[in-house]
């Protein structure tokens, strides 16, 4: 089970990450979880390119490892980076001493001080021992998941999730990778053709490089 849009609760109970950035104008800030991808990743670049849009990724650090051209690439054109973990682990899951390695061990490749959770699951704890070692982290959850990594769902679906939930100031979730690969590749293209014509603009989220 996934909610398609953070409830008002969620963020209140939270409130020190990042659920919404507001401002005036509308802007959308799109992100992509998991990469970098050989397929799914050039995918994205080409189609945020396509409509002079800018993004955040949020990478893995093994898949980094494994496509150092691509990760060169998304900075390169222009977008945000954040770090997801070396191993997209579940902080729920493990231990604090075995997250926070994670993400050290992620950090040495993406230099950034942009952080999402894998699955937006960390503990209290985590989040507490975070701050104390790098005060300068920014954790950014999200506002609308697009549910592109549901294999119930259909690409429609997937799009008109965006569509309906979608407002300025929103972070919006997709995935490049396998998994989301059928409904991204769908959903992506119609969602920003139909934002930029409704006179939309696509940043990436503000972030600092910490080389």
Known sequence: MYLVKTPWWLRALYSSLTWRIKGPGKIIYLTFDDGPHETATPFVLDQLQQFNAKATFFCIGKNVQAHPAIY????????SIGNHTENHVNGWKVSDEVYLKEIEDAATLIKSNLFRP????IKRSQLKQLAT????LQIIMWSVLSGDFDLNLTPEACLAYVL??????SIIVFHDSTKA????????PKMLEH??????VFK???GRNNE
């Open 72 to 79: 060169q690439r998304v900075q390169a054109e222009g977008h």
């Open 164 to 169: 309906y939930h979608t407002k300025p100031g």
């Open 204 to 206: 990436a989220i503000p």
């Open 195 to 200: 934002f930029t014509k409704e006179g939309y």
């Open 181 to 188: 690969w059928e409904r991204m590749r769908y959903a992506l």
């Open 133 to 136: 070692r790098n005060p300068q």
């Open 118 to 121: 894998p699955y937006g699951r």
